[in-house]
Structure formats: structure tokens, C-alpha cells
């Protein structure tokens, strides 16, 4: 599903993404850990485009992400596509951060229907429909017509999920979507999260929620200093880990 090749990102001097290889199988809940800084979120942001790589590739489905192949002079060359091209990938990826970044004019569920009605076209009537259902299925179909300051922490970044849900995406990435919660507010979210990966969707999860990742990870990535320190499944990172750096990590958030 997602195949990141010697991925870098420049912010200035401050090189963050040091040469990424990550290879996300279709179906599968990858979980991203590593201190603040690391480069967890810039990776994230790449995938889906939010930030332009500095060398490397990223391809989701096969499909090179932000670029197209070409020629020139003879050799092989990449060139950036049209900021509209982008916007139809970006469609394909849904992206939910830690901050709700609702619009706080609208509802609920105008705020869900926004996006397919602005971007993908459609009918109002079947954007609405889309809309509660993908409500529904993150517990608030009795919250359709509350506005974001009328809803708990918890409820809002439900919103937000059910709004990247509402754009029928190929894979869902999640920024620290539980940091900026009320301990007693996570485990609502951490649900609708759960009942994601058993249907089968695809995730990428930048989390700190070790109890999470031991429950549906199918690959754990740690990173630290913008590179993959260590990866592979939870028995082997979390429990067994091999590399120093990954041990004085867990350590503290264990």
C-alpha cells in the first residue's frame, strides 16, 4: 500500500528525514513511535503530500506520490505534478492530527459533507447520506446537528475521523490523534480506532499509546533523529527490542 524509498526532508538546515525505507502492506496497522522530533509526523505529512520530500520517493498503490516520471537530457528525471493532481492523491490518503481542525461554523455533520461536496463533487443529497453513516459508525448519530464547541474533546476528533472516513480513502495516517485529549476522553477515540483495523483499513498510527500498538499493530516502527532505528512486530520492538536507542525510549514510556 505504501512504499517509502530513501526518503529526506530539509527544513532549512535541519535535516529531519534521513534517508526513510518503509514498506506498509495493504490491510495492516503500522504504529510509529519515537521521541518528539524524530521525524515521526514529517513522514506522515509526506505520505500524504502536506510536505514535499527533498529526495527519495513515496508511492501509494504503486502510484509515485507528487511527482511524475520523465526524461531529461536523456536520464531519468522526476517533475513535480500540478498542486491539483496533488489534491486528487491526497484525496486517496485520509489524514487525522492531533489538533480537530474543524470549521467551528459548522455542524457535525456539515463539517463531514464539506469535503466530498468541495473536492469530489458530489450531490449534496449523497454527501449528506455518506455523511451519517460515516457519523454513525463513529458513535455520534445523535451529534449530526452539534457544533465542534458544543462537543467533548473526544467527540470532536471523532469528527474528524468520520470526516477522513467520508472521503472513502485507501489508507487512513494518524497523528497523535489522542495527545491533545483528556486521559478520561481517549479511550472513545482508541476505539473507533480499533474498530478501523479490524475492518481492514489500512493505518499508519503515530502514537504513544504502547497499550494500542501491542493490541493492533501489525508492524511497529521506531524512529529517532529522522531514521528508522528499529522495525518489525510488536514481540520483537516492544518486547524484545535490539538497539540501545529503542530501549532507553520504552524505558521512560513504559
Not at 491526497?90 to 459533507?113: I, K
Amino acid at each position: 500500500m505504501v512504499e517509502m524509498t530513501g526518503v529526506h526532508k530539509w527544513y532549512g538546515d535541519a535535516h529531519v528525514l534521513r534517508g526513510v525505507d518503509l514498506v506498509v502492506q495493504q490491510g495492516t496497522v503500522t504504529v510509529m513511535l519515537g521521541p518528539s522530533g524524530s521525524g515521526k509526523s514529517t513522514a506522515l505529512r509526506c505520505i500524504n503530500q502536506l510536505e514535499e520530500i527533498g529526495a527519495g520517493s513515496i508511492r501509494v498503490e504503486g502510484e509515485l506520490m507528487g511527482y511524475r516520471e520523465g526524461t531529461k537530457g536523456g536520464s531519468p528525471a522526476l517533475y513535480r505534478l500540478h498542486p491539483r493532481q496533488i489534491a486528487t492523491q491526497r484525496a486517496r490518503v485520509g489524514m487525522v492530527f492531533q489538533r480537530f481542525n474543524l470549521f467551528p461554523h459548522m455542524t457535525a455533520l456539515g463539517n463531514v459533507m464539506e469535503a466530498p461536496v468541495q473536492v469530489l463533487g458530489k450531490g449534496k443529497s449523497e454527501a449528506r447520506e455518506r455523511a451519517v453513516e460515516m457519523l454513525s459508525r463513529v458513535g455520534l448519530a445523535d451529534r449530526l446537528d452539534h457544533y465542534p464547541a458544543q462537543l467533548s474533546g473526544g467527540q470532536q476528533q471523532r469528527v474528524a475521523i468520520a470526516r477522513a472516513l467520508a472521503m472513502d480513502p485507501d489508507i487512513m495516517l494518524f497523528d497523535e490523534p489522542t495527545s491533545a485529549l483528556d486521559p478520561e476522553l481517549v479511550g472513545e477515540v482508541l476505539g473507533v480506532m480499533r474498530d478501523l483495523a479490524s475492518s481492514g483499513m489500512t493505518m499508519i498510527v503515530v502514537t504513544h499509546e504502547i497499550g494500542f500498538a501491542r493490541e493492533v499493530a501489525d508492524q511497529v516502527v521506531f524512529m529517532a533523529d529522522g531514521v528508522i532505528v528499529e522495525h518489525g512486530p510488536v514481540a520483537q520492538v516492544i518486547d524484545a527490542p535490539t538497539e540501545q536507542r529503542t530501549k532507553d525510549f520504552l524505558a521512560h514510556v513504559l
